[in-house]
């Protein structure tokens, strides 16, 4: 069977040109190119194997994580990797470990709030990893309060010190990854007090562990905070518990690009302006929503080849059953995803457009379009992560039984990837920030204020209270202005009718907390116009290769159109469309996934993923899936003997029972 | 802090009698008893224990679970427990193990399906456990398909025996419950060949494993099929593999009772109706519906505590934070599931009338709403099943961070909850047969046949084409009237809409095939339905307490408008109600909020949990979080040592290289 392909016929099918498509997935030949190396490196490593990740305990997990993190930093180092190849390197690893926070969060951090004399001293021994980092914000008490939080940094004039001290149980750090067991230092948040008054929370670099044996330094308590959701999942991560017990650090260590404290222990602000931990937000955001598209475009994948090999009923008239794929249930669950999949990769790449751009007026010390980057990456986060979550287990039940198996790989990627709905912000409290730009985006409209960027249409808020759906045919549906139109109307009325029904408070927190259901609703409408806008941008592009756009412009459609179907409540009792266009719609809806049909398997493929980043025996390349199934079975510890450890003591005795005074 | 009870104030906020609600909750004062005599017996033992789960390894959480299972059957025998108060005590142990297949699946299918003679030499085996039994059914290539399971039973009418054989891959048994190292005997069913012919499937006792030894028996290779989606969950069960080389079993062990197989090789068919089958499955499913109300209970009961005991952002007067259950969004995500909790529970308790009214009917031959329950009881186990899947995830996400750690309890739960939406029926091709049904009700109509039980409605099917929902004013949707004839309009417009485009199709399986995304959806309309009905049925009963049925009501009217919300576009698009009705709703959901939160602890706590049972240190009754949540973490086997397993090997060498060659 080696080397068969059981997909072949489904990849003949595909009217369109994979090769080129692959290079609109990944943004650019060259990423494609550096994508495709990388992961194949990755690949036929034997130390990045992690088939057997689900069944181990988790102190033989964690090592091996660590095992695996020390062979890709030798790697890196012997390959003289750039740092978009080692980035992509540690990416295809696929298992979270103390490097994300180091590289993603601490050095970030220095990077972002160090003084250019701080970074000059602990960057180079962050980059070269002679110091190891976390980020040490949340706390037991504390996670989306970050205000609240009670860890304090209290200056001691007499040695030019901080104190670190965590006065009460609550203000235990709890959660940061890579604190547990790894770290040697942390980005500590903690209340500022000095001269007597608290000047809230800033960030302290401190070392927690010695450099020479690794263990805790004087006065720091430090454990990991136990098992989280899932087999392997994020258990290869240790998440910490951390306990400061008047710890003193240098002044130094408090990173002062924003604020200072002065050897005499006054507070100073430096004339930097707060606005640009924005700037960082927007960057850490952005990579969370092409994180989502990675997420959620594996699980799709996984889903779309098993549907064309498993076969449940029905009957063809050669006997054969019918491929899953063909029901019409299974595409309309599926398909979208499909379509959320390319939406959210192409989104994500605007957002590292606007990060860019973001970042540029900054230095131009141009703050104008900060907060509607900040509410827009803010409710994309949100937005992309609800949907990958529950994306990705939609795809584990369209797999059937088998999908609940680990060997299917959607189990473990469900459990990896869910907290990304918690953290960098809740994203239910993200979206209420994103409606309260709304509400005020609103209520400016009158004072001439224009709104830009993503919030522009509201611009057109007169125009849009009024404007009428055109549709009168189910193909009208497939013009990108008559969609971005309706979800305009949709996203503009529920704006305006939360701000209506605001006014009619008193107090305006109490009407914002009383309607802040309903308000996060209306920020889910701005929100998904926002996908579905770029998405038809996109496509505004020059596309090459036989039938590319095309097929993107079949997936757009599909992406618009079932957000219609799905939330057809909004539009309907906004008027935006009437009810028999909402029955038009959907029409269209069914006609666009028998065009997808055919061509499931091709888009799928030209995520060019591994089979070692898979990850799955249901998403295999070749299809090749029940053999390998019944292969992986014999894995399992437990078919270590055929008699189970146990049966002597609990099994045999009961089969052998004399039953005396049983009532049953 | 022993003792104290950080919950108190909430529980004394509540405006009801919590002891009766406990009496409505378990559906009786008997049932009560039993519960909670059993449940407090299983959480002072020390062998139930559970708390250390998630850590275990597969082999370790595996033997621990046999150990379980004996200490349940010794302490039955012991205490001479009755059959229910032993299935309450499998019940709160709390761990899916072998013998929830051997007394939930195995016996009833001898029971069902075995002669009199057959269930005479079986079952007293069974009922005393000196056989062990499972249900093998699905194959690696067969689950939603029962007919076209691949195992063949052929008779050899020379020594008056059958064959049971895997002629293929695929034909393997794969994924029954208790298989892999456990069971002695299994329901096989395989194709039953005689005479040359193909009988379709059947069911037939196969020892597996010898009573001696307990070695797979010549012939059969067993083993368990590897790990499953959580830690612990349901990886404390041994799905299993089988396969059959040609192993022989007497005639006689067919189950007989609907058809059998003379001693010549003859198939013939018992005057006993095939319907009987149905009457199983109406058994089953209900046990189903009752489990969803437990499994979404107890996660609500978690979610509600700890919103009550979290407090982030805002501050009253006092300077304390808000509690999160006190905003609007929190509520608006958990007090609906609140409702579905107890909406599932009496719902469920129909359904164990239904079987009573169906088991009586059947044995006075009487079939006529055999059809009728078989749909209803398919499509309410589809409809709660993944309403509780999803309400799980839900309420972990409604805990924050702290949610997605195991003593939780939430990740767990849902892990070993979700296969519940594919097991005893994918519930998309359940709901597909709720639709089919659906639709010859509705082709009936005019031919003068009476629609019965939940499908009465469908009889006044021109009344609700036509009726208008008089609503006025938001307090106008708390009148059960109103709610039911909304969501009868509403359902009966989805259901004729579907036949109307039905009919526009010359084949009607084609038209079945292209619309049935739609005709899913219009089976959810009619089962939610069902669900609001039973709902405000039960709240015609007399209800005793102070204060329950008034509590009750307001959660009849919060599960009842929040699917209306949830699923605006149907009563919209349908004309069942209009858009400023829609709107009044939501307004009059809100106030149902804010009537229902001080009640919200006192009615977790009625469904009586222990803290053993809840296995959550965010859901403990005594609100006592944070201590305990420290606690918990150093259990964890990577809290063994400061210093982490792999230190020397792999952080020292990192931490001190000398880097020449390093780009980066
Ligand atoms: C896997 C994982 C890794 C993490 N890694 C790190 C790390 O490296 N470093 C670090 O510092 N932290 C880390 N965290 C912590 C994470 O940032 C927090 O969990 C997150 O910010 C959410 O905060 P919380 O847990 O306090 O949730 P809470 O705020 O307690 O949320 C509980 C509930 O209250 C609701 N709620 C809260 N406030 C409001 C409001 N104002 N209005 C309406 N509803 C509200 C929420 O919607 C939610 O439903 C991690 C967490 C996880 C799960
Ligand atoms: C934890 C667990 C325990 C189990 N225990 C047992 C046991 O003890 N004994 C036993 O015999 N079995 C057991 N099973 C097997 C279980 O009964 C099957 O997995 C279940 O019947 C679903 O069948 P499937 O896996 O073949 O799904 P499939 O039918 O392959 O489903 C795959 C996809 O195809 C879709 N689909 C299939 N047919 C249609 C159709 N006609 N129209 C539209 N869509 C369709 C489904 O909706 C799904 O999305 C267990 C399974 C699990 C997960
Ligand atoms: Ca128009």
Redesign the pocket.
Known sequence: MAGVDHLASERSKARFDVGEMKIVWAGSRHTFEVSDRISRLVASDPVFRKDNRAMLGRKELFKNTLRKASHAWKRILELRLSEEEASRLRFFVDEPAFTDLHWGMFVPAIKGQGTDEQQQKWLPLAYKMQIIGCYAQTELGHGSNVQGLETTATFDPQTDEFIIHSPTLTSSKWWPGGLGKVSTHAVVYARLITDGKDYGVNGFIVQLRSLDDHLPLPGITIGDIGMKFGNGAYNSMDNGVLKFDHVRIPRGQMLMRVSQVTREGKFVQSDVPRQLVYGTMVYVRQTIVADASCALSRAVCIATR??AV?R???SNNDGVE?Q?ID????QS?LFPLLASAYAFRFVGEWLKWLYTDVTQRLSANDFSTLPEAHACTAGLKSLTTSATADGIEACR?????????CSSGLPELFAVYVPACTYEGDNVVLLLQVARFLMKTVSQLGSGKKPVGTTAYMGRVEQLMQSRCDVQRAEDWLKPSVILEAFEARSARMSVACAQNLAKFENQEEGFAELSATLAEAAVAHCQLIVVSKFIEKLQQDIPGKGVKEQLEILCNIYALFLLHNHLGDFLSTGSITSKQGSLANDQLRSLYSQARPNAVALVDAFNYTDHYLGSVLGRYDGNVYPKLYEEAWKDPLNDSVVPDGYHEYIRPLLKQQLHNARL
């Open positions: 098993y549907s498993r449940q009923f029905g019918t899953v029901y019409k249930t299974q669950r039940k369209l797999c059937g039984g088998h999908g609940y198996l």
